[in-house]
T-cell receptor, first 113, second 113 residues
């Protein structure tokens, strides 16, 4: 079955380290999104992509980057992890222009010590 | 840009009672309003959505209503069951065809048996 997966599911790292969270979908969706979820803030958009080689900044993009080299993957990189980036990260995808339903991955819990 | 406010942040109901969660949005051009349910340790999952050309949509025990004039929409759950306990998110999306969803901060619903 087609799906969207995230890895790792849990990660503990230290302040200043570079961290990459993986997101992989097998639906061939053009649109992919990264959100972070924090208590009291709901889901906030970090970065998104509408297709290969396309990336866009979201509401809370500082300290994060993404790259889209193929349709299936949108890795999220924390260039220099900070304690404020401790959060649960969700990847999502939807088919593309004119589509509505958005599908979420299971999430990655990241702790920055 | 779009801003979505969601109330209440927490809601407790007795099993069998109804639950109502309300959201307001700021961009009158928004035309798509989904509701997501997030169970503990999982990613959000779409449960119902409504587009701006209809005022109400039902799916078994859940319904969504939309008031475009007042720019608010609501989720109604009837005959609540313990398995309805979860965090619920509303969202809105503008009408440019491919804009990202903007989410409310979520409502934690507890159904007390």
């Amino acid at each position: 079955d087609a799906e969207i997966t995230q890895s790792p599911r849990h990660k503990i790292t230290e302040t200043g380290r570079q961290v990459t969270l993986a997101c992989h979908q097998t639906w061939n969706h053009n649109n992919m999104f990264w959100y972070r979820q924090d208590l009291g803030h709901g889901l906030r958009l970090i970065h998104y992509s509408y297709g290969v080689q396309d990336t866009n900044k979201g509401e809370v993009s500082d300290g994060y980057s993404v790259s889209r080299s193929n349709t299936e993957d949108l890795p999220l990189t924390l260039e220099s992890a900070a304690s404020s980036q401790t959060s649960v990260y969700f990847c999502a995808s939807r088919p593309g222009l004119g589509s509505y339903e958005q599908f979420f991955g299971p999430g990655t819990r990241l702790t920055v010590l | 840009g779009e801003n979505v406010e969601q109330h209440p942040s927490t809601l407790s109901v007795q099993e069998g009672d109804s639950a109502v969660i309300k959201c307001t949005y700021s961009d009158s051009a928004s035309n798509y309003f989904p509701w997501y349910k997030q169970e503990l340790g999982k990613g959000p999952q779409l449960i119902i959505d409504i587009r701006s050309n209809v005022g109400e949509k039902k799916d078994q025990r859940i319904a969504v209503t939309l008031n475009k004039t007042a720019k608010h929409f609501s989720l109604h759950i009837t005959e609540t069951q313990p398995e309805d306990s979860a965090v619920y998110f509303c969202a809105a999306r503008g009408n440019s065809g491919n804009t990202p969803l903007v989410f409310g901060k979520g409502t934690r619903l507890s159904v007390i048996a």
